[in-house]
């Protein structure tokens, strides 16, 4: 197990204070699960001791339920150096703890008004408390980067104090991210003088960009524990990013860890939904367009042999490779988006749908595979049939009562008129087309994001273009709709949605 390394995910602790992330305890238990069985981390910590009554109900419920299933030992809460934690931890059901100490002398001098041996007595004394109970307990040396930089004496002789005790790993935080890979490779290699090395766990955080080459260096020198959160959530600039340390451990590392790669997309997107913290669209390994090539020679030399990949496969992570529509478009995008709509071209007619293509990228306009068959139309003289039609909608708002979208939709020379309320003009729009869908027996797709982009400047004017991600089937698709009116933006988005899953 020498190359084995313990991921443990601390997004429902620590990524939980990013700024304006907040979970209720019904997303903590699903996000949980999440981890502990399709991700599959080794352990993951959900809480913070004694922050609400609430808190604790959420936490007795990840417990019962990891206790029917056996991962129990794997859910940890961070506790402080007091019985009073303690107990709680104990009457949330939990088996570890991680009990939060002071890692730097300013920190334990200036923050508790202590001596560094009042403190190290006190641990010791709460380790020994907790052991008592049944629970098992890890120690977060808080802020260790900076006692490495300025005490290190107080941190070295802490780390002994505690090997006399029955402490079962020691947790090194770089608590406000400021070490770099040099740094982390040389407090590693003091601190293994004086404590078990495969007993220990590195935290980063990432406010200089470092926080998964630091874990990278920290592994290079024998740390077999290193801490994550999902999508780099976290105070200020965050953690390191759980995919990103899974594909570099994977990869670059020459060691290996449990967590399956195939689920950390869905766990991204998971976490992007319920936190409200949209991931930016490079974000390595779960970003939108990580896996996608702009460039016509991209596409060219992926075509003639696979010339742009890396191993970072988007297979590797349940994705498929992906070619953008725009200025930067040549023959191969045109000809790789066309195999993947089963549409064929005569050389001519690809030219003339790729300049097309280029001119409406010129004038910054989206292009999506979606939208090909109606460029292809639209060049060639052809007509395209629209076999759905949404032939008109009328949505009405009130501070009074709920909104109510009246619609109506031709499919199969059939018109079908539908009304139904909702919590917003669009909501109730999908409603009504809900019910109309059913009527006609079509499975509308899973809404998965929904994002209006307006220009900047104010306009009350202004054109609205509304991008939907839409999932069938396993199979993840965008819309783009645009127009003055926002609702109606998305209403002609839709549309599109229609016509794709019909065709």
């Known amino acids: 197990m020498a190359d084995y390394v313990q991921i443990m995910d601390t ?11 907040s979970f209720t305890g019904e997303e903590k238990l699903a996000i949980a699960k999440l981890l502990l069985k399709e991700v599959k981390v080794d352990r993951v ?3 913070s001791a004694r922050v609400s009554e609430g808190e604790l109900e959420t936490v007795k419920s990840i417990t019962t339920w990891a206790k029917e299933d056996g991962v129990l030992e794997r859910v940890e809460v961070l506790a402080f150096v007091n019985r009073e934690s303690i107990d709680w931890a104990n009457d949330a059901g939990c ?14 001098t200036t923050q508790l008004r202590k001596t560094p041996q009042q403190h190290f007595a006190d641990a010791v004394e709460m380790i020994e408390y907790a052991r008592s109970l049944g629970i098992k307990c890890n120690l977060y040396m808080e802020d260790w980067s900076n006692g490495m930089k300025d005490s290190p004496d107080y941190v070295f002789e802490f780390a002994r104090a505690l090997q006399g005790s029955e402490v079962d790993r020691l947790l090194l935080p770089d608590t406000l991210g400021i070490l770099d890979p040099l740094q982390v490779q040389g407090y590693i290699r003091k601190m293994a003088r004086v404590f078990p090395i495969e007993r220990m ?8 960009g470092l926080a998964t080459a630091n874990s990278l260096m ?23 990013a759980l995919a990103e340390v899974v594909a570099s451990i994977n990869d670059k590392a020459g060691l290996r860890c449990g967590v399956d790669e195939n689920a950390l997309v869905k766990a991204g997107r998971m976490v992007e939904r319920i936190s409200g913290k949209a991931l930016p669209t490079n974000k390595p390994i779960v970003g939108d367009d990580v896996f996608t090539q702009t460039a016509g020679i991209h596409a060219d030399g992926d075509a003639k042999g696979n010339l742009y990949a890396n191993p970072l496969t988007p297979e590797r992570f349940g994705r498929k490779r992906e070619y953008a529509l725009g200025k930067l478009s040549g023959r191969a995008s045109i000809e790789q988006n066309l195999k993947d709509l089963k549409i064929e071209l005569t050389a001519e007619q690809k030219k003339a749908v790729l300049a097309r293509v280029v001119g409406l990228g010129d004038k910054k306009e989206i292009v999506t595979a979606e939208d090909l068959p109606f460029i292809i139309a639209d060049v060639l003289n052809t007509q395209i049939e629209r076999k759905i039609k949404i032939l008109d909608v009328q949505i009405s708002s009130s501070l009074k009562g709920k909104p109510r979208a009246s619609l109506v939709l031709e499919f199969s020379g ?7 309320e909702g919590n917003g003009g669009y909501d109730a729009f999908m409603n009504a087309l809900s019910q109309a869908a059913k009527d006609s027996g079509i499975e509308l797709p899973k809404l998965l994001d929904y994002e209006v982009r307006i220009p900047p400047g104010g306009n009350t004017d202004a054109i609205v273009e509304t991008t939907i991600t839409w999932s069938i089937d396993g199979k993840e698709f965008r819309t783009i709709g645009i127009d003055s009116d926002q609702i109606i933006a998305a209403i002609k988005s839709t549309e599109k949605m229609l016509n794709h899953i019909i065709r």
């Open 11 to 21: 997004t429902l602790r620590d990524g939980e204070q990013t700024r304006g992330v």
């Open 218 to 240: 920290a592994l290079s020198e024998g740390i077999r524990g290193v801490h994550c959160t999902i999508n780099g959530l976290g105070e200020r600039t965050g953690n390191a």
């Open 414 to 420: 059939k018109q079908i008129s539908k009304s139904a």
């Open 45 to 47: 910590e959900v809480a």
């Open 95 to 108: 088996k570890s703890i991680n009990l939060l100490a002071k890692g730097s002398l300013k920190h334990c």
């Open 201 to 208: 766990d590195f935290h980063a955080h990432n406010d200089y």
